[in-house]
Each structure stands twice: as structure tokens, then as C-alpha cells.
């Protein structure tokens, strides 16, 4: 069981937004504003989309966005792409030099 | 720009131990540190631990403690997970990241270990 709680899949059509929550706890996401998303294909290693919550790194589409309220961050994809189907993780920093993970969200789009 | 390149995949029988590469480049290499994280078919992602390439201090998490060990060669800007005793549990991918506080974070492309009899 991953320490950071994410749904196990969302879908959209072609055109339409979705948000990935990432729900952690005052120790970590409530605790740093220091969480990340990152987006998988099999085969292929990982590509960060957010970091420091809402950051986006210069290569990355505007239309994945991130946010946080409490102990809940989350990734919108706007404008869902069929490129956009993968598996995306969250992360954050958990305090003393640990970092906490989630289990994975499979975005379909249909 | 920065690279994180991994050594090839592996096939290790229970037991064994096994030991990753991952070589740093397009930044200086002891400034930031250096963390594994791994995972296995259908689970999450496990953050393992880090390393201070500058000093070699590290820092595992509690469930590896006793079991790996990460190094450096700072020369060929390296650093490199070993983990040992290995089970079927151990089969995974595991990736070197860095994980920085301040800034985007890099990973390497992963290594496949298998552990298999």
C-alpha cells in the first residue's frame, strides 16, 4: 500500500479535462509544498509534468496543471490528447530526507 | 542537460545481490543528491533511500536498512545501489533519481532487476 492515496484510473474523451487527486497527510503533502507528478508509458522511464505543486517544467505542455488544498494535491490535463494515456504518479517530500510516493492512476482516454 | 544514465537490465538468483550504475551528467555531480526509488510490476513506486555524493552520507529508508548500500565513484561521476540478499520480492525496476527541494526533479531510465531461480 503506497503511502499517497491516487485513484486507480480516470478517462476522458478526446477534448476534455481531468483531475488526478493525491491525497497524503500533514507530514507530507499538507506539510511541503514540494509535490510532483510525473507520467509514465511502459518501456519508457519516468517524465516530470509538475514539481513544487504547480510548476511546470519549460518542455511541458500548459495544459497539465497542478494544485494542492490541505493534504490533497492535484494534476488537470486539459485538453486530453490521446498522447495523454498513460500511467501518472504523484510524490512528495515526507520530511528528514524521505520521499513518499502514490500507487499510480491509468489515464484512458477513449 | 541533465542525464541520468542506468546500467542494463539483470537476472540474479535468490540470494544474490546485485549492484546498479548511474551516471551523472550536464550538471556537477556532487551538489545534489542522489536517490533510488524502485518499482515493482502492478505497485507504486518505493523510495529506497540517498546519497550525498559530496560526502557519501546516506540515508535509507527503514524496510532497506541492513540490506543496501549506496556509493559513489566521484571521478566518473557515478553512483551506484547495491542491494543484497535478494528474493523474488526484489524484482522491480528501479530507478536513480534526483529529487531536488528546490527545482525539477530527474530521473535515470530504469534497470530491470529479475531475481529468479
Known amino acids: 500500500q503506497s503511502a499517497l492515496t491516487q485513484p486507480a484510473s480516470v478517462s476522458g474523451s478526446p477534448g476534455q479535462s481531468i483531475t488526478i487527486s493525491c491525497t497524503g497527510t500533514s507530514s507530507d503533502v499538507g506539510n511541503y509544498n514540494l509535490v510532483s507528478w510525473y507520467q509514465h508509458h511502459p518501456g519508457k522511464g519516468p517524465k516530470v509534468m509538475i514539481y513544487?505543486?504547480?510548476k511546470r517544467p519549460s518542455a511541458i505542455s500548459d495544459r497539465f496543471s497542478g494544485s494542492k488544498s490541505g493534504n490533497t494535491a492535484s494534476l488537470t490535463i486539459s485538453g486530453l490528447q490521446p498522447e495523454d494515456e498513460a500511467d501518472y504518479y504523484c510524490?512528495?517530500?515526507?520530511?528528514?530526507?524521505?520521499?513518499?510516493f502514490g500507487g499510480g492512476t491509468k489515464v484512458t482516454v477513449l | 542537460q541533465v542525464q541520468l544514465v542506468q546500467s542494463g537490465a539483470e537476472v540474479k538468483k535468490p540470494g544474490a545481490s546485485v549492484k546498479v550504475s548511474c551516471k551523472a551528467s550536464?550538471?556537477?555531480?556532487?551538489?545534489?543528491?542522489i536517490n533510488w526509488v524502485r518499482q515493482a510490476t502492478g505497485q507504486g513506486p518505493e523510495w529506497m533511500g540517498w546519497?550525498?555524493?559530496?560526502?557519501?552520507?546516506?540515508g535509507y529508508a527503514q524496510k532497506f536498512q541492513g540490506r543496501v548500500s549506496m556509493t559513489r565513484n566521484i571521478s566518473i561521476g557515478t553512483a551506484y545501489l547495491e542491494v543484497s540478499s535478494l528474493t523474488s520480492d526484489d524484482t522491480a525496476v528501479y530507478y536513480c533519481?534526483?529529487?531536488?527541494?528546490?527545482?525539477?526533479?530527474?530521473w535515470g531510465q530504469g534497470t530491470l532487476v529479475t531475481v529468479s531461480s
Open positions: 546519497m550525498n555524493p559530496m560526502r557519501g552520507n546516506t
Open positions: 533519481a534526483r529529487l531536488d527541494r528546490a527545482g525539477e526533479s530527474y
Open positions: 550536464g550538471y556537477s555531480f556532487t551538489t545534489y543528491d
Open positions: 510524490w512528495s517530500y515526507g520530511g528528514k530526507g524521505t520521499w513518499v
Open positions: 513544487e505543486v504547480f
